[in-house]
């Protein structure tokens, strides 16, 4: 049987809060992103990460979502498998790894 992940929680140096999934001291989350990042003025999610074993990865979606802290909208995606980058779009446009 697997771990719960445990859950901690601290301000960033840019101010945001940070919750972060661990298993045995590695980022991992099966349920959701291990990290979540929050704009301390707006309370947004500004940045989201998927992790399973310390590895950025996920299958359905991009492993990294980055959002405007005003607006919420995605300004990033970056998509990983098993710690790999595959592809990285930026406000819409596709760049290579």
């Known amino acids: 049987m697997e771990q719960r992940p445990k859950k ?3 301000r960033t140096p840019s101010g945001a809060m940070r ?5 045995s001291g590695s ?7 291990a ?17 399973e074993r310390n590895r950025l990865h ?4 991009p492993a990294i979502i980055e959002r405007a ?9 970056v998509f990983y ?8 779009i930026i406000k819409g446009y596709p760049t290579s790894p």
């Not at 919750?19 to 298993?23: D, I, L």
């Not at 996920?58 to 979606?61: A, K």
């Not at 498998?81 to 990285?88: A, E, W």
């Open 8 to 10: 901690q929680i601290f």
């Open 19 to 23: 919750q972060e999934f661990k298993v």
């Open 27 to 33: 980022l991992h989350r099966n349920d959701g992103p």
């Open 35 to 51: 990290v979540i990042e929050r704009d301390a003025r707006s309370g947004i999610v500004i940045r989201e990460e998927y992790w």
């Open 58 to 61: 996920r299958e359905d979606g």
């Open 69 to 77: 802290a005003r607006t919420g909208k995605i300004s990033s995606e």
């Open 81 to 88: 498998t098993n710690g790999k980058q595959i592809k990285k």
